[in-house]
């Protein structure tokens, strides 16, 4: 004797599992579409976080007021002679 849970939010992937040992029947195709699911929210977790342009642009930006201060400073001393 088993019930069904839905697997995920939408109730697409109802699984069964027995009510006294909590174990799971996964029937033709229920396993891979579990995969699928995981491989979507990890795909749509990655997307989600797109920090690293702005961290690069950042550091740019840091690079960049770097060699004007060190040409102002070779220009300083060149000067200063
Ligand atoms: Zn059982």
């Given amino acids: 004797m088993t019930e069904t849970f839905s697997y995920d939010d939408a109730g697409s992937l109802q699984i069964d599992r027995c ?12 396993l891979q579409a579990i995969y699928d699911q995981i491989g979507e929210k990890r795909a749509a977790a990655d997307t989600a976080t797109p920090n690293d342009s702005l961290g690069i642009m950042v550091l740019s930006m840091v690079l960049l007021v770097l060699a004007i201060l060190v040409i102002l400073l070779v220009v300083f001393l060149t000067q200063s002679r």
């Fill in 19 to 30: 009510p006294r040992c909590h174990g799971l029947w996964l029937d033709r195709g229920e």
